[in-house]
């Protein structure tokens, strides 16, 4: 038993992958992009960032249909986030598109703090830019970096505090119990994961999963990487929902009918059944983060 922030005694599971140096990012397949950016940069800083598209006034890249939508940065819209403290908020997925999950950007600023996800709600959150600092139920504080993360079961008290701008993705669900089983708090960073095999796939991609594959979790959160000219060799049509942000480099994504040119800081929402394939462009390897639902009947 350990003590809640606000006093109270309550029971503690905790997952924690660490290393010596604290979360960090390490060296991996992706450390830069090619211009010696910071990891992830063209997250925060798009290359077709509105300054860009000045001359091309109503130009977006962004498509909504029933089945999938493309969420370019240039047509994000910030607004104050409910409940947190000095904090903008830019949902690219949610419910009213026909999504069971949400994916937002969440921005940070000096002296900023979290709020909770609504009862039975599930957290997932991954740093992209600065760091933050997470206090959780076991009151010890615990600095998450660029390409760190953490995963919160439903009810579950923690706090996000920021002294700095920091720029986090959170991924929320409402949690879907399976009797006996009881997910943990997971607290991790990417290079720490091992890489996967992926049968049909092994030498197009590599593969790490960021949360336990066991049957307590209701979904899985995926960092994948491809060198330039690499491409899917399944066409999926699956009954999964995906919700994926494109951390580094370009391609080319076909969702349904159509054919996306997209690049790092594209957000991407696939629904059930959607036909979906990606090939690899560019001159820098691509690495995107991708949400799937699983070990659920999809009755």
Known sequence: MVRSLTGDLLPCFLKIAVTEEGFCSA??????????????????????????LQDLPGFTRSVYRNDHALITPESHVFSPLPDWRNTLGAYLVSPAMGAHFVMYIAKMQESSKSGLPPMDVERFVFVLQGSVTLHNVSGIGQTLMVDSYAYFPPNSEHLFES???????????????LENHITEHVVGSTHQQPLL??????SVFQLRKLLPTSLAYDFNIHIMDFQPGEFLNVKE??????????????GIYRLGDSWYPVEAGDAI???????????????????????????????
């Open 197 to 202: 095999d992926t049968p049909g796939e092994a």
């Open 237 to 250: 049509v699956h009954y999964n929902q995906h919700g994926l942000l494109l951390l580094e480099g370009q």
């Open 27 to 52: 060296p991996s397949i992706i450390d830069s992009n090619s211009n010696g950016n910071p990891l992830y940069s063209k997250v925060i800083n798009p290359t077709l960032s509105p300054s860009h």
């Open 269 to 299: 929402w696939m629904a059930p059944f959607v036909p979906q394939w990606y090939a690899a462009l560019g001159k820098i390897p691509t690495r995107y983060l991708l949400y799937k639902d699983v070990n659920r009947n999809p009755l």
């Open 163 to 177: 002294y700095e701008s920091a720029t986090l993705v959170v991924f929320e669900r409402r949690y879907a119990y």
